[in-house]
């Protein structure tokens, strides 16, 4: 059996740089009526980066959950952008490193309860190294972790990003690390 839900009307809430905000009024397969509160998203890109046997990885500050996470290269897709050129200018800017491919690993989303925001995951294998250029707004850290060490991190929970770990996992069940 399929479930589903079905939009009857819908109000724009708020309209952000990043999301906007929407109340929609959908019709439940048991015939009764439910608000939903829905954030959309253009969109992300993610990278599982290897150097040699090192997982890249860039630290910084997360506002909404005050205080810092080490993650993979990531970032929003710019409305209409496609996702390939995405994760090659997200992990330019902020690790400055160049890749011969991206190997597409699946598409993760985080928060599906709410939002609509779908991130694409990519696994690479660094090929070149240089300095990174973040966003304005943007200050972080790369650090490279061996991967044994990097699994210890995420067996004591010190890496808790949700993209981070699916990218990880999608990595290894592939076989690519």
Not at 3 to 10: S, V
Not at 130 to 141: A, C, H, K, V, Y
Not at 148 to 157: C, Y
């Amino acid at each position: 059996m399929s479930h589903f839900e079905q939009r009857l009307r819908g109000e724009s809430k708020f309209h952000g740089k990043i999301i906007d905000v929407i109340h929609d009024t959908v019709l439940l397969e048991n015939g009764r009526e439910a608000l939903r509160e829905v954030a959309r998203h253009p969109g992300a890109v993610g990278i599982f980066v290897m150097d040699g046997e090192d997982v890249v990885l860039v630290r910084q500050f997360r506002y909404p959950i005050g205080k810092e996470l080490l993650e993979i290269p990531a970032g929003k897709l710019e409305r209409g952008e496609e996702p390939y050129p995405a994760a090659l200018r997200e992990l330019r800017e902020e690790t400055g490193g160049k890749v011969e491919q991206l190997e597409f690993l699946g598409d993760y989303y985080g928060s599906a309860g709410f939002c609509d925001e779908k991130l694409t995951l990519y696994f690479a294998q660094l090929r070149e190294t240089g300095e990174n250029e973040p966003d304005e707004d943007e200050f972080l850290t790369v650090e490279r972790l061996p991967l044994p060490v990097f699994e210890a991190m995420i067996a004591r929970g010190e890496i808790v990003d949700g993209k981070t770990l699916s990218a990880y996992a999608l990595a290894k069940v592939q076989g690519r690390i």
